[in-house]
């Protein structure tokens, strides 16, 4: 018989596909911003303005790729594989 996991160790199915879609909707923007404003003239010519706006963007970017590649499919699988243990228990299988 299959145990199912305890409610307080994955986050909800809602809640973990909101985080993927939404991680990937600002990594898709901020890619986007980032050309527009140029990464790598900016990195490689840096002036005080467009360096204050590149910075910020530029972290921003990474962090939601992070998000949309690692850490939201995780979320993603856990919530899906309690949704499933959860529905095997409650048949009795």
Do not use: E, W
Not at 21 to 29: E, G, H, M, R, T
């Amino acid at each position: 018989m299959v145990a199912p996991l305890s409610k307080g160790c994955v986050v909800k199915l809602k809640t973990a596909l909101f985080l993927l879609i939404s991680s990937a909707l600002v990594n898709f923007v901020a890619a986007h911003a980032l050309d527009r404003i140029g990464l790598m003239q900016g990195l490689l010519a840096p002036s005080g303005a467009r360096l204050a706006l590149l910075l910020p963007t530029a972290c921003v970017f990474y962090l939601a790729r992070f998000c949309a590649l690692f850490v939201a499919p995780g979320l993603l699988f856990g919530a899906l594989a309690r949704v499933l243990l959860g529905r095997l228990a409650a048949r009795g299988g």
